[in-house]
Nanobody, 122 residues
């Protein structure tokens, strides 16, 4: 199983980025796919996830600001981030839960990508 996150970069406050997570080796359409982030000195935190049926849910901090989507044919999950703020700066990770649950805790996820850096300048 492989998860490959991409799309991070440096953006000014108020800007947008779209992250992608391409997967292989799993039955993608069955999995809950999630995005997490980890800022320096902080714990990894839940950002958003989307279940096999398109049910999407978000952390309160990003509700209305980020949008998660998936393309089962491409076995890829996306995170569209808008109105970015300096506090959104972190390494963003994608993750997969093989049971297709509505879960938020990192330890509920079975597979992880390598992370992509997002830096928002003020």
């Amino acid at each position: 199983v492989q998860l490959q996150a991409s799309g991070g970069g440096l953006v000014q406050a108020g800007g947008s980025l779209r992250l992608s997570c391409a997967t292989s080796g799993l039955t993608f359409s069955w999995y809950t796919m999630g995005w997490f982030r980890q800022a320096p000195g902080k714990e990894r935190e839940f950002v958003a996830a989307i279940r096999f049926d398109g049910d999407a849910y978000y952390a309160d901090a990003v509700e209305g600001q980020f949008d998660i989507s998936r393309d089962n044919a491409k076995e890829t999950v996306y995170l569209q981030m808008t109105c970015l703020k300096p506090e959104d700066t972190a390494v963003y990770y994608c993750a997969a839960d093989r049971w297709g649950r509505r879960v938020r805790a990192p330890d509920e996820y079975d597979y992880w990508g390598q992370g992509t850096q997002v830096t928002v300048s003020s």
